[in-house]
């Protein structure tokens, strides 16, 4: 299943930009990290970009993901890609168990939090951000009080980086994508 198909499911059943623009976030963090650890960056970008495609259908968790993925073997999705999506959600009682799955789990989270700080950074960019950023923002728990911050120190931990490491990680793969999640703010490359 290549990335233009995986794209149109998501073009099906989401419309929020800002969802759309996290599981592009999602996609390129589980590309950078692809690429890193030697796996198929194809499959590991497209597990990203499908994560949350359910999410305005089945917007609780007693429903996502875990309704999304009879629509996704419908679609013929591999088995190991449902799964993987499947354990990005603790309550869905699957164990990640696989590389591909822990690393799903840790660049969920955090893509929200690393955009939530560029967007209150007089530059709106990603261009400009560093992870001190987000370390000086991580310790005012009402900002971005939706980016839970035990499950990113949680999923991090279980991948197996450090968290400063992974957010300069998950920061300079959202670069790569800037401009088309209105992350290139007032600055350029």
């Not at 429903?63 to 999304?68: A, L, T, V």
């Not at 013929?76 to 590389?99: F, M, N, Y």
């Not at 591909?100 to 929200?112: P, S």
Request: with cysteine; proline share 3%.
């Amino acid at each position: 299943m290549n990335r233009e198909t995986c794209l149109e499911i998501v073009k099906e059943y989401v419309k929020n930009e800002n969802l759309i623009h996290h599981m592009l976030s999602v996609e390129a963090a589980m590309r950078f990290y692809a690429r890193l650890y030697h796996q198929d960056e194809e499959e590991w970008g497209n597990v990203g970009l499908l994560h949350d495609f359910d999410w305005e259908i089945h917007p609780t968790l007693e429903q996502h993901p875990q309704d999304g993925a009879p629509i996704l073997r419908a679609r013929g999705v591999p088995e190991h890609w449902i799964r993987a999506i499947l354990s990005h959600a603790d309550h869905s009682g699957v164990a990640r168990e696989t590389q591909m799955e822990k690393a799903l789990a840790a660049c969920d989270e955090i893509t929200g939090l690393i955009t939530a700080v560029a967007l209150v950074r007089p530059s709106h960019s990603l261009y400009d951000l560093e992870a001190s950023s987000v370390k000086k923002k991580w310790k005012d728990k009402a900002f971005a009080a939706g980016a839970n911050r035990t499950e990113i120190e949680t999923t991090t931990r279980e991948f197996g980086i450090d968290l400063w490491e992974h957010t300069t990680n998950v920061i300079k793969a959202m670069r790569t994508i800037a401009s088309g999640i209105n992350l290139a703010g007032n600055l350029s490359e």
